[in-house]
C-alpha cells in the first residue's frame, strides 16, 4: 500500500479555523482597491453605475466569493489539481485558436454557454500551479539539469507561444515573466541566468524583424515618439499623460476628469482606468492607491516567505508576481515609460474574466497563507 | 528517506535570499511609478493641465446681428431678413444620407447639384455636424419641412438670419452688397468673424465703406467638447455686440421715382441738397440685386452682370468719368465773369464755327448764334462763344474755377472707388504727355471737351455750390449708432455774389427763356422752376467725310457711337434746395434728360424731402426692442494634444 501523498501535514484545520486564518486585512485591502475600481467605472460613465460600475460590483462580489472558496481549498489539493489544471488551460488556449473570436482586434475570447472564457487568463493561474508543483519536486541542483530545465521551459513556451500567436503580447510576456521568475526562484543556477539575459539582449533587433505583429511594432515606434504622430497613433499616450498631468497634486475631483468623461481617453474601463484615477484623484491619491497595491505585494511575498512548503512558497511568489507585473506593465505604459500593450490594471480594470482570475490568484495565496504550517516533501510532487 | 533533507534547506535559503531581492526589486519599480507620478503631476502638472483644458474647450464664435441701413425718414434699405433653413445632420439620418435628401426632395425641390454638393459637406464634416441642404426658403416650403419632420429623421429645420435688400437693385450702387469673405479680406482683417464659414462681408457702397460699423463684434460661446468635437454643454457666453444702424441723408421715395424714371437707360442721376451737400437721391442704371451675392450669384447671373454694355456693376455717379460738354460752360462762364473778361457788354460773335490754328470748332448751330453776351451763350449752349472766352480766359483761369467748383478731385463722398475726373493744366500735360500745353487745347476744354473729364458727382457738386454760393460737397451718411457724423457749416465760395448772379441769370435763361435750349421741358408750375446747363459729350469725333454724309445726328448712328446727353442743374430758380445732375449714356436723341430731370426736380419740390418734419427719427431707433442673435457655424474644431 502506497503511502498518501501529502499525508505529513502537521495539522489539520476545520473550516472555522480557516476562515478566522483568512488574512483579512489584506482582503480588506483588496476589497478597498476594487472600490475604487467601481468608483472610477462609475465615474467614467459619466457618474453612472450602467454599463460598468454595477457588472463590476457582481463581478467583485462574485470574485470575493471565489478567493474564499479558493482559500478553503487545502494546499495540497490544489497541488493535486496543478496539471490538470494545466491541461485544461492549455486545451482551452488551443480552442481557442480553433474557434475563439476577435475581440479588439485580437483572438482572446471563447464563449462556453453565457461565459465569456480568456483562457489566457486562467493559463496565468494554471501555470503557476502546474510549475510550483514541478519545481517543488527538484532540488536545486535537478533544476539546473537540461531536462527539467528543458521541460520548465516547455510549460512555459507552449502556452506563451499559443497567447502570443493570439496575437496577445501583453499577456505573453507575463507569463514568460512569471514562469522565468519561478525559475529563478526555484534556484535556477546564473550559468543559466547569465547567458540567456545576453541572448535576449541580442535576439530583441531579430524579434523587431520578424516577430513582432505591425501593430505591436507600431506601438513601440509610437511609444518612442508619441509626439510625431500625436492624432495617430501617438494619440493614447499623448492623451493618458495629459489625463495624469493634469491631475497635479489634488486632482480635479471625483467625477470632474475632463479627459475620460469627453473620450479623449481610449480604453477609459479597461487598460486606461488608472489615469482617470490619476486625473481625478491627483498625486495624493494615485500615491495613497499605489501604497495599497505594494502593500498587498508585501502581504503576498510575507506569506510566500513563511509557508514551509515549497510548492505553497512558489504558487504565492508566482499568484504576486503576476499581480505585480500587470500593475508594472499597465502602469509603465500609460504613464508612457513603455509602449502601449493590452494589460489591464488589476483589480481596477474592466472585465469579468480578469478580475475573477485575479481573486483566484489571491484565493489559492490565501490558501498558501492559510495552510502555511502544511509540510510537502519533495518527492511527493515527484511524478515525473 | 527523512521527509526533509538539506538540499530542501538549501533550497529554502536560496528561495528566501531571492525572493528578498525580488521583493526589492518590486519596490524599486513601484519607485519608479511613483516618480513618474510625481513627473507628471507635479512638476509638469501644470502644461498638462493647460492640454486638457485646450482639449475639452472649445470657442463658438456667435455671427453679430449686421446694423440696418436706413434712410432719412428710417426706412430699412437693408436689414436682416429670416433665413429658413433646412440642415441634415448625418448620424441621425437612420435611413441613410441619400435616402434622407430623396425624403427632403419630395418635400421641397432639391437640384441634383445642390444633393451632391451636400453629400460633398457631409463628407467633409464630423457626422454630427448640421450641414445645410437647402437656404432662404419660403414660409410654406419651411412649413411644408417641419409638417413631414417626423418621417423626416435627421433633419433639423433652422432660422438663421441673413442680409436682406428690401428693394434690390433700386439702391444697389448706394447700398452695394454683402457676399462670402475673400481670401485677400481674410488676410488683411484679423476679426474672427471671418473665419466663420458662410459669413457675408461688405462689397461695395456703405456696406463696404462703413464694413466695421455695421459688422458688430462677434460673441463667443465656450463650449466643452469631447474628443470627436460635439458639444456636451455651454460653459459660458459673451454676447458681442450688434452692428450699428447707418442713417442715410437719402430719401427712398425720390430714390424710387428717379430709378423709375432712369428706367432701362444706361444713366445716372444725383439729387443734392444745395445748402448741406445732402444727396437725396442717387441712382445709376442698370442696378443688379445685391441679394443675389447674398444668396449665392450663378454663374450665368454674373455672365449677364458682367458681359452687360450697359456696365451694371459701375455705379456712373461716381465711378464713371464723362467729359462735362456744355455743362462745363457754367465753369467757363463763372471764370469770365470773375476774372472780368465776361462784362455786360463782352460780346462774342458766332459765325457757325470758331477758327483756330487751322481747325474749326463748330457750333452745334450751322448758321451761328450771332452776337452773344456770356448770358445768352449759356443760353443758346453757343461753342464760338465758350472758344473764344475760354481762348482769353487760358487754361490757368479755367483750371482755377473748376476746382474751385469742386471738379478734378474726388468729392469725398461715403463711397468706395470714387474717381476724380480730370481738369488738365500746364503741368498736367506736360508730364504726361511731354509736350506743351496748347491753346487749341484751352478751346477744347472752354466747351467741355478735349481732355477734361467729370463724374456726374461732380457736376452736381458744382451745380449746387454755383446754386448756394457755397463750398457744399455731397454727403451720404447722416448718422452711425445714433452719433451723427461731423460736419462743418460749409464755408461762402470764393467766387463774387456777383459773378454768381450773372451766371445763375444765364442757367435761367436755359431753361426758363424762349430760345433757351432747355426752354421745351421747364417746369411750368410757377415757384417750382428749376435753373441748369444741357449738355452733350461726345463719345467720338467726326470726321469731315462723316460730317458731310450727315452721321453727327445721334439717330443715325448705333447706340454704342451715340453722344451722352446731360443736364446739371437746380431748383427753384428764387432760393434754390435741390440740385441735379442727369446723365444717358449714348443717349442724346431729343432731351430725354431734361425731362427726366424736369420729372424728378419737379417731384423733389412737391414732396421737399429737405424740409419733412420727420427725418431723422434716431430715437424711435434707440428704442426699438434689443434684437436677437443668430448662432452660427463654430469655428474648426482644434487638433487635440
Known amino acids: 500500500m502506497t503511502p498518501r501523498p501529502y499525508a505529513a501535514a502537521k495539522r489539520t484545520l476545520s473550516f472555522a479555523d480557516k476562515l478566522l486564518e483568512i488574512n483579512w486585512g489584506m482582503v480588506l485591502l483588496i476589497a478597498l482597491i476594487g472600490a475604487a475600481g467601481i468608483a472610477m467605472l462609475y465615474s467614467v460613465a459619466g457618474g453612472q453605475f450602467h454599463p460598468w460600475a454595477l457588472r463590476q460590483m457582481g463581478h467583485f462580489v462574485l470574485g470575493l466569493t471565489v478567493l474564499v472558496m479558493a482559500a478553503m481549498i487545502d494546499i495540497r489539493v490544489w497541488m493535486s489539481l496543478a496539471y490538470t489544471a494545466y491541461a485544461v488551460a492549455l486545451m482551452l488556449l488551443v480552442a481557442v485558436e480553433l474557434v475563439g473570436h476577435m475581440g479588439m482586434g485580437a483572438q482572446r475570447w471563447i464563449s462556453i454557454g453565457p461565459l465569456e472564457l480568456q483562457p489566457s487568463e486562467l493559463m496565468k493561474i494554471a501555470l503557476v500551479l502546474a510549475l510550483a508543483r514541478f519545481l517543488h ?74 516577430v513582432l505583429h505591425d501593430y505591436q511594432k507600431a506601438r513601440v515606434e509610437t511609444f518612442l515618439d508619441p509626439a510625431a504622430d500625436a492624432l495617430g497613433k501617438g494619440w493614447n499616450i499623448t492623451q493618458a499623460k495629459i489625463a495624469i498631468g493634469s491631475g497635479g497634486t489634488a486632482g480635479k475631483g471625483f467625477l470632474e476628469g475632463t479627459q475620460s468623461r469627453l473620450n479623449f481617453l481610449p480604453e477609459k474601463q479597461t487598460d486606461f482606468i488608472w ?56 502602469g509603465m505604459m500609460v504613464m508612457g515609460l513603455i509602449p502601449v500593450v493590452g494589460i ?23 490558501s498558501v497563507h492559510i495552510h502555511r504550517q502544511v509540510e510537502i516533501p519533495r518527492s511527493a510532487g515527484g511524478i515525473i | 528517506m527523512p521527509l526533509f533533507d538539506k538540499k530542501d534547506k538549501s533550497r529554502y535559503a536560496t528561495f528566501t535570499r531571492r525572493a528578498v531581492g525580488m521583493g526589492g526589486g518590486m519596490a524599486a519599480v513601484f519607485a519608479v511609478l511613483a516618480g513618474r507620478l510625481y513627473q507628471l503631476q507635479i512638476r509638469d502638472g501644470k502644461d498638462y493641465l493647460v492640454d486638457a483644458e485646450a482639449n475639452r474647450v472649445s470657442q463658438w464664435l456667435i455671427a453679430p446681428l449686421r446694423g440696418r441701413i436706413v434712410d432719412r425718414f428710417g426706412v430699412e434699405l437693408a436689414n436682416n431678413r429670416r433665413n429658413y433653413r433646412v440642415l441634415l445632420v448625418a448620424e441621425q439620418a437612420t435611413e441613410g444620407v441619400e435616402q434622407a435628401l430623396d425624403q427632403i426632395g419630395k418635400v421641397i425641390h432639391l437640384t441634383d447639384q445642390r444633393k451632391k454638393k451636400v453629400l460633398r459637406d457631409i463628407a467633409a464634416n464630423k457626422k454630427f455636424v448640421p450641414v445645410p441642404v437647402a437656404e432662404n426658403l419660403s414660409w410654406e416650403d419651411f412649413s411644408r419641412v417641419n409638417l413631414h419632420l417626423p418621417y423626416l429623421p435627421g433633419v433639423q429645420p433652422d432660422i438663421g438670419e441673413t442680409r436682406d435688400y428690401p428693394f434690390g437693385n433700386e439702391l444697389v450702387h448706394v447700398l452695394g452688397y454683402v457676399a462670402s469673405v475673400s481670401p485677400e479680406e481674410k488676410a488683411a482683417d484679423s476679426d474672427p468673424l471671418f473665419g466663420l464659414p458662410g459669413y457675408r462681408t461688405g462689397k461695395r457702397g456703405i456696406e463696404k465703406e462703413y464694413d466695421k460699423q455695421v459688422r458688430g463684434k462677434a460673441g463667443a460661446s465656450r463650449v466643452e467638447v469631447n474628443a470627436y468635437g460635439r458639444i456636451i454643454r455651454e460653459l459660458g457666453m459673451e454676447p458681442g455686440q450688434p452692428g450699428e444702424d447707418i442713417y442715410l441723408t437719402l430719401d427712398r421715395q425720390l430714390q424710387e421715382f428717379v430709378a423709375g424714371k432712369l428706367g432701362e437707360e444706361s444713366a445716372a442721376c444725383v439729387v443734392m441738397d444745395v445748402n448741406n451737400g445732402d444727396v437725396i437721391a442717387l441712382s445709376s442704371t442698370p442696378g443688379f440685386d445685391p441679394n443675389w451675392f447674398n444668396d449665392g450669384l450663378s454663374g450665368a447671373q454674373w455672365r449677364e452682370l458682367t458681359n452687360n454694355d450697359h456696365k451694371p456693376l459701375l455705379n456712373k455717379v461716381m465711378g464713371g468719368a464723362y467729359p462735362p460738354g456744355s455743362t462745363f460752360k457754367t465753369a467757363v462762364a463763372m ?30 448751330r450751322k448758321g451761328g448764334h ?53 481738369i488738365p493744366s500746364r503741368e498736367w500735360k506736360q508730364k504726361t504727355y511731354k509736350w506743351a500745353w496748347q491753346q487749341g487745347d484751352t478751346i477744347s ?9 467729370v463724374t456726374p458727382l461732380q457736376l452736381v457738386q458744382m451745380m449746387a455750390r454755383v446754386a448756394s454760393g457755397k463750398v457744399v460737397s455731397p454727403r451720404l451718411v447722416h448718422s452711425v449708432g445714433g452719433r451723427l457724423m461731423p460736419r462743418d457749416a460749409p464755408a461762402l465760395l470764393d467766387v463774387s455774389e456777383k459773378s454768381l448772379e450773372v451766371v445763375r441769370a444765364g442757367l435761367d435763361k436755359v431753361v426758363n427763356q424762349p430760345g433757351g435750349t432747355a426752354y421745351p421741358e421747364r417746369i411750368t408750375e410757377p415757384g417750382f422752376e428749376m435753373a441748369g446747363k444741357t449738355g452733350t459729350a461726345q463719345v467720338r469725333r467726326f470726321s469731315k467725310e462723316e460730317r458731310a454724309r450727315g452721321l453727327t445726328k445721334n439717330a443715325n448712328l448705333e447706340w454704342k457711337m451715340r453722344d451722352h446727353a446731360l443736364f446739371a442743374g437746380y431748383a427753384p430758380v428764387i432760393n434754390p434746395r435741390y440740385a441735379i445732375v442727369n446723365i444717358i449714356e449714348h443717349g442724346a436723341i431729343g432731351h430725354p434728360q431734361v425731362v427726366m430731370a424736369r420729372d424728378i426736380l419737379h417731384f423733389c419740390q412737391q414732396r421737399d424731402p429737405a424740409r419733412l418734419p420727420n427725418a431723422y427719427p434716431l430715437t424711435s431707433a434707440a428704442a426699438a426692442p434689443p434684437r436677437k442673435q443668430s448662432r452660427t457655424q463654430p469655428v474648426p474644431p482644434k487638433a487635440g494634444g
Open chain 2, 335 to 364: 471764370a469770365a465773369v470773375e476774372a472780368g473778361i465776361a462784362t455786360p457788354d463782352y460780346r462774342v460773335h458766332c459765325g457757325g464755327a470758331f477758327f483756330f490754328g487751322g481747325r474749326a470748332f463748330h457750333c452745334w
Open chain 2, 445 to 453: 476744354v472752354g466747351i467741355g471737351q478735349g481732355y477734361v473729364t
Open chain 1, 344 to 366: 489591464p490594471m488589476p483589480l481596477l480594470s474592466y472585465g469579468g474574466s480578469a478580475m475573477l482570475t485575479v481573486m483566484l490568484g489571491f484565493g489559492i495565496l490565501m
Open chain 2, 370 to 422: 450771332g452776337s452773344m453776351d456770356v448770358q445768352s451763350a449759356l443760353q443758346h449752349s453757343c461753342n464760338v462763344f465758350f472758344c473764344e472766352t475760354a481762348r482769353r480766359l487760358g487754361i490757368d483761369r479755367i483750371e482755377q474755377m473748376a476746382r474751385k467748383l469742386g471738379m478734378g478731385a474726388p468729392t469725398g463722398i461715403e463711397l468706395p472707388g470714387e474717381r476724380g475726373g480730370l
Open chain 1, 275 to 330: 489615469t482617470s484615477f490619476c486625473e481625478e484623484f491627483g498625486f495624493v491619491g494615485a500615491l495613497a492607491l499605489l501604497i495599497l497595491f505594494a502593500t498587498v505585494i508585501f502581504y503576498g511575498v510575507q506569506t510566500a516567505m513563511s509557508a514551509r512548503s515549497h510548492f505553497g512558497r512558489l504558487v504565492a511568489m508566482g499568484v504576486i508576481l503576476n499581480f505585480f507585473f500587470y500593475i508594472m506593465i499597465n
Open chain 1, 137 to 210: 519536486g527538484k532540488s536545486m541542483e535537478e533544476v539546473s539539469k537540461p531536462l527539467p530545465l528543458a521541460i520548465a521551459l516547455a510549460m512555459i513556451g507552449i502556452p506563451a507561444v499559443l497567447v502570443f500567436l493570439q496575437p496577445n503580447l501583453g499577456t505573453t510576456l507575463i507569463i514568460i515573466m512569471d514562469g522565468c521568475a519561478l525559475l529563478f526562484l526555484a534556484g535556477l543556477s546564473w550559468w543559466w541566468i547569465g547567458p540567456t539575459l545576453l541572448g535576449i539582449a541580442a535576439a530583441i533587433p531579430l524579434a523587431w524583424q520578424f
